[in-house]
């Protein structure tokens, strides 16, 4: 059964198989971790009107975002109170978990989960919500956090769509761009990784080329020129290579995160039976990087190519 407090439109005793009716524009959304990409996506659900009740463990992220009317709450559980969709953006699937057992919400709540958590982490996430008695959609998103901000994110979807949708779609209009139904809950998690193990191999592949251009002596430059308006010519070359040149990495999405994705990529190819091999000298690569610069978490994925020079 779909839980709703005070939402404009029609829950009230409906079953699993029922889904909601009437006006669907302004559900309200805890938002549980409000860190880079979190805070965007507050920000975003506030754009267009939705009451937002915000949590993060570090309280002062959490009343940055009160300038744009989103509430700011001390604990999870205050934040999930009255909520009709409790949408969590965290950094794995352990502290996802732990912070949706300690808000406890309804029985019925929406779980709009969004944080990536590999397909492992997945299964884990279907295994609390059936135990809480929560309606899961398994949603992880692409892009970092200019899309956050912008509301622009690809949302990939998984779960009862057709029980969810109309309490759903306001929000997922307002944090992405688009939204791709892929299924049961738990395929949204699986294609995160797919994409992920692109995009990760992209950077990789930028970081080895501009490394490679400089030990040869060459100007990085050069290599976006001779690339330039070809098959292979792309905006995140142009975007990432300067600022390896430079060393100076403003966070888009940090190294930290990156550095647990390409792990949960490494165990999803061992899994699937298909070899690691690209994605751990990736992960190899990144895990080189983090010894290197200080604090991960404050660099964005860029800085994998500090793992790249050879160092005594």
């Known amino acids: 059964m779909l839980r709703r407090a005070g939402y404009r439109g029609s829950i009230a005793g409906m079953t699993a198989t029922d889904t909601p009716t009437g006006p669907t524009t302004h559900p309200t959304v805890a938002v549980l971790g409000t860190g880079v990409m979190g805070a965007g996506m507050v920000r975003s659900l506030r754009r267009a009107g939705l009451p937002v009740r915000a949590w993060n463990r ?21 934040a999930v109170a009255g909520a009709d969709v409790v949408l969590t953006m965290l950094f794995d699937a352990d502290s996802t978990l732990a912070v949706v057992r300690e808000a406890a919400p309804s029985a019925g709540t929406v779980w709009l989960q969004t944080t990536t958590v590999g397909v492992e982490g997945a299964a884990r996430t279907i295994a609390l ?19 956050a901000e912008e509301g622009a994110l690809v949302m990939l979807a998984s779960g009862p769509r057709e029980q969810v949708e109309p309490l ?15 299924g049961e809950a738990g395929r949204g998690s699986a294609l995160k990784l797919v994409a992920n193990a692109w995009v990760l191999s992209v950077i990789a592949g930028i970081a080895q080329s501009v490394a490679l251009a400089e030990g040869l002596g060459l100007d990085a430059e050069d290599f976006l020129s001779a690339i330039d308006g070809g098959a292979m010519d792309t905006p995140y070359a142009r975007m990432k290579a300067p600022q390896m040149v430079a060393g100076e990495f403003p966070v888009s999405f940090a190294l930290a995160g990156a550095l647990k994705d390409a792990g949960l990529i490494v165990e999803a190819l061992r899994s699937a039976g298909v070899s690691d091999r690209l994605a751990a000298a990736v992960l190899e690569t990144m895990t080189v990087a983090t010894q290197r610069v200080g604090d991960p978490s404050a660099v964005d994925m860029g800085a994998l190519y500090a793992g790249l020079p050879t160092q005594g």
């Open 58 to 78: 570090d309280t002062a992220k959490a009343r940055a975002l009160t300038d744009s009317g989103a509430l700011a709450l001390d604990t999870p559980a205050e």
């Open 168 to 182: 759903l779609a306001p929000v997922l209009a307002a944090v992405g761009s688009r939204t791709q139904w892929v």
């Open 129 to 147: 919500a059936d135990e809480l008695g929560l309606v899961l959609v398994d949603s992880p998103v692409l892009g970092t956090r200019k899309p």
